[in-house]
């Protein structure tokens, strides 16, 4: 049971927030289709979307036969970024995290590479596994610089599963930032427990997404599905993560750092006080999630330098 009556902790713009959200979680209810949970996904996505900066050129293509976005400004030179989205592995892809994407190279004066990998339960683990590899592959030779990996939630899975990778040359990282990250977290305790009924994501919703996309059980033992369970973490870029207080994720992130610093990598924990899972998209409505954002951004911006 969650500990936390969540209208007494998180302060109004963040309720408001959840609440608008929510609209879009109820048609439909848990009796969903994938498909029809994919429409007010994108649909929430699109209410929330701030476009992009006047400055900010973007270019779909394809690399690898993959579908990509590069998100590029005058002074975008010799600083890459590939962006992995987050959805649960289930939902999203490159509009989910158009703007996103957008803020992230204004901000940053980076070229910005977004993925639309493939999908569970119609792809299973490892497809969207190796979908990142081939983009992260495709940027390296297209863009001939070290590359700064960042995403959020399965974007973070992902995100932190190709970093550790035996196919990936980690000299060419310039670190990997994770935000509320999903990582393989299974113990039935601490922030899976308190926060069993969080807002926006529950531990239900983990569960079901973790079915769609990681059916084999064999992935329980695999460290590119759970990347917590790694041994070869010591070897990692400089790594940064930003877990939301009021999510079941929370200890994901956290013990995560823990276990890289402990084989003897370096890794930076934050707690992003008063924030739900899926803050990214409330930086321009919350001025705790603009301030989390602009941390996110100013640590990008320390990598790069």
Do not use: W
């Not at 610089?145 to 196919?167: C, E, F, P, R, Y």
């Not at 994901?252 to 890794?267: I, R, S, T």
């Amino acid at each position: 049971m969650s500990f936390f009556d969540y209208k007494k902790v998180l302060d109004n713009e963040i309720l408001d927030f959840i609440r608008e959200c929510e609209t879009f979680e109820q048609k439909g209810g848990s009796k969903r289709s994938i498909a029809e949970s994919r429409l007010a996904y994108d649909a929430m996505c699109a209410s929330f979307n701030s476009g992009r900066p006047k400055s900010v050129r973007a270019k779909d293509l394809l690399g690898n036969k993959l579908k990509l976005r590069r998100y590029s400004t005058d002074l975008s030179t010799g600083k890459s970024l590939l962006f992995i989205h987050g959805g649960g592995h289930t939902l999203g892809g490159l509009d989910s995290h158009d703007d996103i994407c957008a803020d992230i190279s204004f901000l940053t004066n980076s070229t910005v590479y977004a993925l639309d990998y493939r999908l569970g339960p119609e792809h299973e683990h490892p497809s969207a596994y190796n979908d990142c590899l081939a983009c992260l592959k495709y940027v390296e030779e297209e863009e001939k610089t070290k590359i700064l990996l960042v995403g959020d939630s399965a974007g973070g899975n992902l995100v932190a599963a190709i970093a550790d990778s035996d196919q990936v040359n980690q000299k060419n990282l310039i670190g990997q930032i994770l935000i509320y990250p999903s990582l393989g977290n299974l113990n039935l305790a601490g922030t899976p427990v308190t926060h069993v009924n969080a807002p926006l994501l529950s531990f239900k919703d983990i569960e079901s997404m973790y079915d769609n996309y990681f059916k084999n059980t064999l992935c329980l033992k695999d460290k590119t599905a759970r990347p917590i369970i790694s041994d070869t973490l010591g070897r990692l870029p400089k790594t940064f993560v930003f877990s939301a207080e009021f999510d079941p994720l929370y200890d994901d992130g956290k013990n995560y750092c823990e276990l890289v610093n402990e084989q003897g990598g370096e890794a930076t924990f934050f707690k992003s006080a008063g924030l739900v899972h899926m803050h990214l998209r409330a930086r321009h409505r919350s001025t705790k999630a603009k301030t989390e954002f602009i941390k996110i951004v100013k640590v990008i911006n320390k990598l790069f330098e």
